[in-house]
C-alpha cells in the first residue's frame, strides 16, 4: 500500500508564474489535507477536503491560492501568481476519517526566484 | 506561546541515552500526536495519543499526556544515530479536531 505521493518533490518558478502541486492520497483515504512549512517554522494548515468538497479552507490565503479534490485524480493545490514569500515545502496528508490519524507525503518544495 | 510548543529547540545526546522532549499547549484538544522528520524530508507519524489516555508506548518510545497542565512529553529511549531528526507535537482543537497545529520542532541530535 503506497503511502501519500506529491509532485513534483521539488518545483522552482519565477514571480508571476503559476504553481500546480499535487497529492494523491493513500488508498482508502478520502480526506486530504495540505500544510504549509517555512523554513525554521512547523506545519501550517490551509486547506481541508473531501471528494469534490472543500471543507475548511481557513489557512489559505484568499488570493492566488486554490484547491481542489475531483472525483478522479489527485488533488491540486494551485498557485497562482507567485511571489518569493510563496517560497516553502508544502505537505499533503491524507486520513480515512476526519478523527483519524492523518499520514503525511514527502512534500513539494517550491522556490520562487 | 503558540499552540503545540516544543522545547528544548535542540538536544544533543549520545547514542545509547535517552532523549526526553516536551510539549505545551494552550487550549483544550482531543488527540495530540508526535511526528519525525529527517532533515528535507516529510513528516513521519510517531503516536497519537488521546485527551482521555495519560501514557503511551510504541517500541522505544513513551508518550504521557497531562491535560491538568496542557503538556505531554517524548522519551525515545536506548537513542540510535538513525534518532536524529526534528520531532513535532501536533495538537487538535475540539471543534476542528482535523485541524493540526504543529510547533517549530525539538531537534535532536545523536551523536554515535
Known amino acids: 500500500n503506497a503511502g501519500v505521493m506529491q509532485n513534483p518533490r521539488h518545483l522552482v518558478r519565477r514571480r508571476g508564474q503559476e504553481a500546480r502541486l499535487r497529492c494523491s492520497p493513500m488508498?482508502?483515504?478520502?480526506?486530504v489535507y495540505w500544510y504549509r512549512q517555512l523554513p525554521e517554522e512547523g506545519l501550517k494548515f490551509m486547506v481541508y477536503?473531501?471528494?469534490?468538497?472543500?471543507?475548511?479552507e481557513s489557512g489559505m490565503p484568499k488570493e492566488r491560492f486554490s484547491a481542489e479534490f475531483p472525483k478522479e485524480g489527485p488533488s491540486i493545490l494551485r498557485i497562482q501568481q507567485v511571489v518569493r514569500g510563496d517560497s516553502a515545502a508544502y505537505f499533503c496528508?491524507?486520513?480515512?476519517?476526519?478523527?483519524?490519524?492523518?499520514?503525511f507525503g514527502p512534500g513539494t518544495r517550491l522556490l520562487v526566484l | 506561546s503558540q499552540q503545540g510548543e516544543e522545547d528544548p529547540q535542540a538536544l544533543s545526546i549520545q547514542e545509547g541515552e535517552n532523549a526526553t522532549m516536551n510539549c505545551s499547549y494552550k487550549?483544550?484538544?482531543?488527540?495530540l500526536q508526535w511526528y519525525r522528520q529527517n532533515s528535507g524530508r516529510g513528516l513521519v507519524h510517531l503516536i497519537l495519543?488521546?485527551?482521555?489516555?495519560r501514557e503511551k508506548h510504541s517500541g522505544r518510545l513513551r508518550v504521557t499526556l497531562d491535560t491538568s497542565k496542557k503538556s505531554s512529553s517524548l522519551l525515545i529511549t536506548a537513542s540510535r544515530a538513525a534518532d536524529t531528526a526534528s520531532y513535532f507535537c501536533?495538537?487538535?482543537?475540539?471543534?476542528?479536531?482535523?485541524?493540526?497545529?504543529f510547533g517549530k520542532g525539538t531537534l535532536l541530535t545523536v551523536n554515535p
Open positions: 501536533a495538537t487538535d482543537t475540539g471543534g476542528s479536531n482535523y485541524k493540526l497545529t
Open positions: 477536503l473531501q471528494k469534490e468538497n472543500i471543507i475548511d
Open positions: 496528508a491524507s486520513s480515512t476519517g476526519v478523527q483519524e490519524t492523518q499520514y
Open positions: 488508498k482508502g483515504h478520502s480526506h
Open positions: 495519543i488521546r485527551s482521555n489516555e
Open positions: 487550549t483544550s484538544i482531543n488527540n
